[in-house]
């Protein structure tokens, strides 16, 4: 079994920020590319950013200089820096990566956190 377990959502100001982190644990043989993805009320899920295992990042429009996605391999943990934060980022924020588990190596599938709500609000 795969676990990811997302930290560091809550309330911030506009202009302000915060840093979300998210660890994959369990029986882990390689963790492939990670991401972070954003659902706010009422809108379909997009993508935020990306970071494949090699390096290299992608990221949404809307959070370009904005947003810094990095990736620890050693601990198979994701993070998102989010800086000048805007009341449209207000969002439940979740964590994605493409796993591959000693019981099926060779095949990778998809895994999500369990979600972090993002407000940014006055």
């Known amino acids: 079994q795969v676990q990811l377990v997302e930290l560091g959502g809550g309330v911030v100001q506009p202009g302000g920020s915060l840093r979300l982190s998210c660890a994959a644990s369990?029986?882990?043989?390689?963790?492939?590319?990670m991401a972070w993805y954003r659902q706010a009320p009422g809108k379909q899920r997009e993508l935020v950013a990306s970071?494949?295992?090699?390096?290299?990042?992608n990221y949404a429009d809307s959070v370009k200089g904005r947003f810094t996605i990095s990736r620890d391999n050693a601990k198979n943990t994701v993070y998102l820096q989010m800086n000048s934060l805007k009341p449209e980022d207000t969002a439940v924020y979740y964590c994605?990566?493409?796993?591959?588990?000693?019981?099926?190596?060779?095949?990778?599938?998809?895994?999500w956190g369990q979600g972090t709500q993002v407000t940014v609000s006055s």
């Open positions: 369990g029986s882990i043989f390689r963790v492939n590319a």
């Open positions: 994605n990566a493409r796993i591959t588990t000693y019981q099926a190596v060779g095949v990778a599938y998809n895994y």
């Open positions: 970071i494949p295992v090699g390096g290299g990042t």
